[in-house]
């Protein structure tokens, strides 16, 4: 089954605790993404990268990282967490930019206390 | 600057009714235009887009949008809703070279 998934599903954790969610697809997708979803904000893109070792800032970087080794995976890594980064994470993946439609992940939870 | 713009946090509706989820985009040129929902709990899933070619463009479960150049709206619509469409709708724009935007969504919720 095609798919993208994500780990974990919910997370909570203390202030300055290094931390990574991982992701994976199964579509040999050259395009992955993370996003964070906040009520009152939608979407908002974290980092993208369109291929393996090439990554790039969205619109809100600040306080994480990403790596992209294998097409498959693009962990997101919080070195030292901080409670505005409490949200809903969500993973995506797609053959490329413009025309094609993204596959989400089912969300990773975190709560930073 | 935003992209794309959702002017309604919450539509209601009630259950065989129509219904219509707005999206307004600021995009010149030509617009790479999505929509997706998002159920509770899940991740989005893609439901249409428009690209080029006819303005009206029909996609998952009974949905279809128009696209109108003039009046800059990618509006979202279903003929009959049902009580399973309730859900969070979110515009995107996927015009941009290497990143896409969303919009902040719009909570639907269909009333038996």
């Known amino acids: 089954e095609a798919q993208v998934t994500q780990n974990p599903r919910y997370l909570i954790t203390v202030t300055g605790k290094k931390l990574t969610v991982t992701c994976s697809q199964n579509m040999n997708h050259e395009y992955m993404s993370w996003y964070r979803q906040d009520p009152g904000l939608g979407l908002r893109q974290i980092y993208y990268?369109?291929?393996?070792?090439?990554?790039d800032k969205g619109d809100v970087p600040e306080g994480y990282k990403v790596s992209r080794k294998e097409k498959r995976n693009f962990p997101l890594i919080l070195e030292s967490p901080s409670p505005n980064q409490t949200s809903l994470y969500f993973c995506?993946?797609?053959?490329?930019?413009?025309?094609?439609?993204?596959?989400f992940g089912p969300g990773t939870r975190l709560t930073v206390t | 600057a935003q992209s794309v713009a959702q002017p309604e946090d919450q539509v209601n509706v009630a259950e065989g009714n129509p219904l219509t989820v707005k999206c307004t985009y600021s995009v010149s040129g030509n617009p790479y235009l999505f929509w997706y929902v998002q159920y509770p709990n899940r991740g989005l899933q893609f439901l249409l887009k428009y690209i080029t070619g006819d303005n009206l463009v029909k996609g998952s479960y009974g949905f279809e949008a128009e696209f109108n150049k003039s009046q800059t709206s990618f509006h979202l619509k279903k003929p009959s809703a049902l009580v399973s469409d309730s859900a969070l709708y979110f515009c995107?724009?996927?015009?941009?070279?290497?990143?896409?935007?969303f919009g902040t969504g719009t909570r639907l919720t269909v009333i038996p």
């Open positions: 995107a724009d996927q015009t941009g070279a290497n990143n896409l935007f």
């Open positions: 990268s369109m291929n393996v070792e090439v990554t």
């Open positions: 995506a993946s797609s053959l490329g930019i413009g025309s094609y439609e993204q596959y």
